[in-house]
Every structure is written in C-alpha cells, then in structure tokens.
C-alpha cells in the first residue's frame, strides 16, 4: 500500500506563506495523480488543489489560484504544495491524497490513499 505523510504545517501571519509537503512511501506512486484538501471546523472537506504525475496538469480551487502552487518531485516520491499570501480564510487541517487513476479530480471519492493532516492556521 502507499502511505503519505504530510508536514510543514505550523501557524503563521496573514500575508505569510508555509510550504506543505507530502512524503509518499511503500508501493510506487509512478503515474497517480496527488491532490490537497483542507477541513476547517464546522465545514466540510473542500479540494485545495490537484496535480498529474508529470506535473504538467493542475487543478485548483478559485479562491487559491494565484497564491497556492502545487508540485511535486517524483525522484523523492513528495508532493508540495506552496502558499503565498495567506488569509485567516485558510485555516484548516491540510491533507494530501493519492489516485491510482492517475486522474487530476477535486472529488475527495476519487482518491485512494490519504495522509494524517497538518494544521495550518493563520492569524489576523
């Protein structure tokens, strides 16, 4: 099975950025497609942003585009995603996912695999 870890998470200042990252490890991940969700209390789990294997198809929520960036480098099997210009708007629990469909979806159904979450908050 595939296992992913996530990490960076922390508390930061509005205007700040984090960079979150995602370390997959067991079974290769060579052709999924990973994505970031995040869920703040009392709300649902909400697509953040997606990305193909290779990178070169991305995925984001509107409210992100522009100030989040999705990545990855598949020699270390780790998923990032970069945020810039934070609002107090994305505090939430962040979590990473894998689809063995390879398939770039901000459905949460469309995913195999999940991390633990890292808490993001942000302050005013």
């Known amino acids: 099975q595939v296992q992913l870890v996530e990490s960076g998470g922390g508390l930061v200042q509005a205007g700040g950025s984090l960079r979150l990252s995602c370390a997959a490890s067991g079974r290769t991940i060579s052709g999924y497609s990973t994505g970031w969700f995040r869920q703040a209390p009392g709300k649902e789990r909400e697509f953040v942003a997606a990305t193909s294997w290779s990178g070169g198809a991305t995925y984001y929520l509107s409210s992100v585009k522009g100030r989040f960036t999705i990545s990855r480098d598949n020699a270390k099997n780790t998923v990032y995603l970069q945020m810039d210009s934070l609002e107090p708007e994305d505090t939430a629990v962040y979590y990473c996912?894998?689809?063995?469909?390879?398939?770039?979806?901000?459905?949460?159904?469309?995913?195999?695999?999940w991390g633990q979450g890292t808490q993001v908050t942000v302050s005013s």
């Open positions: 996912a894998a689809a063995a469909s390879g398939i770039v979806s901000g459905i949460s159904n469309e995913y195999d695999y």
